[in-house]
Every structure is written in C-alpha cells, then in structure tokens.
C-alpha cells in the first residue's frame, strides 16, 4: 500500500524543515608547551592527565554561527610538575536555517562540536607524538550529555539565585 506524499507546507514541523551545513572547518589556536623537556623524556612516564573541553558560538549573521571546540590536555608528573600541555581551538562556520530558541541552542552545543571532535582529537594525537610522548587518543565524547548537565547546573543555579521559586 503506497503512501500519498503530503501537500507541499503540511506535516512538516520545525525540525524537518531546518537546513544545517557546514561550510567551513579550521584550526584557529593550536598551542604546545613541554615546559620539563627534554629531562621528561629520561623519566618513566605516569602522567596524571586532565582534559577540558569548552565550546563557544558567535553568531554571523545571515543564518551563520562560528562554533569554536577547545580542548586542553595537561600531562602532570607524579611530583605534579606540568610535563606537557596542548591547547587546541577547533572551529566552523555552519548555516542554520528554520532553528531558533532552544533548538538552535541545542544543535550549536551538541551536533556542531561533534563534526569539530574527530578533528581535535587527530590533531592533539598527532602533536603529542610529534613532541615525542605516548600516543593520546581521547575518548569519544557524548555533547548531548554535556549540554544536558550545563542545563541542569543553570537551572540550579537560577533556582538558588530565586527563592521564591519552587
């Protein structure tokens, strides 16, 4: 049984008839520091890792929005001297069409950096070999989540700025 196509304008909503592209992906910062080199390098290498992950739009205009991911990786030895630390600013612009509010919200801090992560994480690896230290692969990670978690803090944050609220 064949379905009839509905007429041109029916059934869509919002969200089917948004338009995402990315038009342009580049590095804007690329940063590397080994402050201990080479004496690092004559060490057995037990570093205590920590990795920030931050993103941050503007908007173009003209439906345009640049989406900056930055990741920052720090290798500590174990007497807590810095060893190594990278930063990188990946970015895009991408065009967003039929999205506003929250929705537009959502897809700048979630589907934008993950097309950015697979980037940073080719980059960091790579220039932590080229720095001569142990491959550094990131695990993927899960924006939605992340978005979700901002949201929950703000929303507590708001309610303990405001009492009256319940």
């Known amino acids: 049984m064949a379905q009839s196509e509905p007429a041109r304008g029916e059934g869509l909503t919002v969200a089917e008839s948004a338009e995402l592209s990315l ?14 080199a080479p004496e690092v390098f004559g060490e057995r290498w037990q570093p205590n890792m920590q990795v920030d ?43 967003v069409k039929g999205l506003d509010g929250p929705r537009l919200q959502r897809v700048l801090a979630t589907f934008c950096p993950n097309l950015l992560f697979p ?36 929303q507590a944050n708001q309610a303990a700025k405001d009492p009256t609220q319940h």
Request: hydrophobic share 40%; aromatic share 10%; proline share 4%.
């Open 119 to 154: 980037y940073v994480r080719e980059t960091l690896d790579s220039l932590v070999v080229k720095g001569s230290f142990p491959a550094l692969m990131l695990a993927p990670v899960n924006f939605d989540v992340l978005y979700e978690q901002a949201l929950r803090r703000n």
């Open 53 to 95: 992950i931050n993103t941050r739009t503007q908007n173009l205009g003209d439906d345009r929005f640049e989406v900056v991911l930055t990741v920052t990786a720090q290798a500590k030895n174990p007497q807590g001297k810095t060893a190594l630390i990278v930063e990188i600013q990946q970015a895009g612009v991408f065009r």
């Open 23 to 36: 038009e342009r992906f580049y590095l804007k910062d690329l940063s590397f520091e080994s402050p201990l």
